[in-house]
C-alpha cells in the first residue's frame, strides 16, 4: 500500500523556507532529488500493453540513497549478491554506538567521525580474532539516526562465529556457537581504539572532549546467532537499504508540522506520534544526509571483496557448500508485467525529458504509475 505522505510533500510545503535551515549545498542537493522523484520533472516514459493496449505513464526516480522511494530495487540487488557468499556457520549481530558527546563533531566532520567508527570496529573484531588464533570477517553497516531523527551513529555488524587459520583451515570460535566474545572487553578496547584514531585525525577536537569520551562506558551490543543463513539474509535486506526514516511512518502533514509515528525504546518500545515544525523535521532528516561519495556499507577480512575474489571458493569447498557461478546480469530488460490487467507485457513506446509526457499521450493514457527507470 502506498503512503499517502511522504517526505517530498514536507519539501513541497516548506518551499524557500528551507534556505533558512542552515543546511549546506550538498545537503540541498539531495533533499532537491528526493523532492523531484518520479515526478515530470526528471522525466519518464510511456509504456502500452501488449495484451489490453492500456498506455500508462511512469515517471523517472531520483536514484539518491537517501530516498524513501529509491531503495526497494537497490536492496534487493544486493541481497543476492550476498546469497551466494554466505558460509554454513553460525553469523553474530554486533551494534557499535558512538557516545552522544560526539554528536556535534559528528555534524561538523562526518567523514572523519564516521570513518574512524568503521576503522576502530573492525580493528576491536580482528584484535579479538587475533587472540583466537583466526581471521575475521565482517560486514558493517553504518546508521546515524535514533527513531525520533536524532542524531544517533551506530554500526549495525554482521560477524561470522569463527575464522581462518593460518593453514587456510576454518576454526570455530567457541564449541556451542553461542558466544563470540566478551561485551565488556570490546567496550574497552573499541573506546581505547576509537579515541587513539580520533586523536591522529582530529586533534584539537579531540582535546576538548577527552574527559567525556573517556569518562563514560562505551556501548557495544552483541544479540544470539541467527538461526540459519536466511535470517542473515533478511537481516541484511532489514538494515542495509534504510534510510532515516520511511513514508509510512508519516502519519499527517498539516502546512505548519507534521506527525510521525516513532519507538521509544526507554519505554520498552511503545509507539508514539511525535510533532515536529516543517524546518525542525527536514533539519533533522537532513543531518543524516552522508558525505558525497560516503561507503555506508563495507565488507572487512575474511568477506572483503578482495579476500573473496581469491580465496572464498577454496573456503566453501572446505565447508562442504556447494559453489554456485553468480549469474551474468542480462544486458537485455526484464519483462514487466501490466498493472492494469495483470497478464500483458509492457513495452516502452515513448520516452521525455523534463517537460513532460507528449500531449497527445495524455489524451490516451488510462493509468498514470511511478516506477524506476530501466
Not at 514536507?10 to 515526478?39: M, V, Y
Not at 495484451?51 to 540513497?65: D, F, K, L, T, W
Not at 541484511?236 to 508540522?257: C, E, F, P, W
Request: aromatic share 8%.
Amino acid at each position: 500500500m502506498q503512503p499517502t505522505c511522504e517526505v517530498a510533500h514536507i519539501l513541497h510545503k516548506i518551499g524557500k523556507g528551507i534556505d533558512s535551515i542552515g543546511l549546506n549545498g550538498w545537503q540541498l542537493r539531495t533533499l532537491s532529488a528526493i523532492k523531484r522523484c518520479r515526478t515530470a520533472e526528471l522525466g519518464g516514459h510511456v509504456d502500452a500493453c501488449d495484451g489490453c493496449g492500456n498506455i500508462s505513464i511512469s515517471y523517472n526516480s531520483c536514484r539518491n540513497r537517501h530516498c524513501p522511494k529509491c531503495q526497494g530495487s537497490n536492496r534487493e540487488e544486493w541481497i543476492k549478491a550476498r546469497e551466494a557468499e554466505l558460509l554454513p556457520v553460525s553469523y553474530f549481530h554486533v551494534v557499535f554506538t558512538l557516545p552522544s558527546v560526539i554528536n556535534s563533531l559528528a555534524m561538523h566532520a562526518p567523514k572523519q567521525v564516521y570513518d574512524t567508527l568503521f576503522e576502530a570496529a573492525w580493528e576491536t573484531i580482528a584484535c579479538f580474532g587475533k587472540n583466537k588464533g583466526v581471521h575475521l570477517g565482517m560486514i558493517s553497516v553504518l546508521h546515524t539516526w535514533g527513531q525520533n531523527l536524532s542524531l544517533h551513529p551506530h554500526l549495525h555488524c554482521i560477524v561470522p562465529g569463527g575464522g581462518v587459520e593460518k593453514d587456510g583451515q576454518w576454526k570455530q570460535i567457541s564449541s556451542d556457537g553461542k558466544y563470540l566474545f566478551s561485551v565488556k572487553a570490546m567496550s574497552k578496547v573499541f573506546r581505547a581504539k576509537y579515541c587513539e584514531k580520533l586523536k591522529e585525525k582530529l586533534p584539537e577536537q579531540y582535546l576538548s572532549i577527552r574527559k567525556e569520551l573517556w569518562g563514560k562506558d562505551w556501548v557495544v551490543y552483541a544479540k544470539r546467532p541467527f538461526g540459519d543463513s536466511r535470517s542473515v539474509i533478511e537481516y541484511l535486506g532489514r538494515y542495509t537499504h534504510k534510510v532515516a526514516i520511511s513514508n509510512h511512518r508519516i502519519k499527517a502533514i498539516t502546512d505548519q508540522t507534521v506527525d510521525f509515528v516513532y519507538k521509544d525504546y526507554k519505554q520498552s518500545g511503545i509507539k508514539k506520534v511525535m510533532r515536529l515544525t516543517h524546518s525542525e523535521f527536514i533539519r533533522r532528516f537532513a543531518q543524516h544526509i552522508l558525505p558525497k561519495r560516503f561507503v555506508k556499507i563495507r565488507h572487512h577480512g575474511i568477506l572483503s571483496s578482495t579476500w573473496k575474489r581469491s580465496k572464498l571458493k577454496n573456503l566453501q569447498e572446505k565447508l562442504h557448500v556447494k559453489v554456485t557461478e553468480k549469474k551474468v546480469k542480462s544486458k537485455e530488460p526484464p519483462l514487466r508485467k501490466c498493472p492494469c490487467c495483470g497478464e500483458g507485457r509492457l513495452f516502452t513506446i515513448s520516452v521525455f525529458f523534463e517537460r513532460g509526457p507528449p500531449v497527445n499521450d495524455l489524451g490516451t493514457s488510462r493509468k498514470t504509475t511511478s516506477c524506476i527507470v530501466l
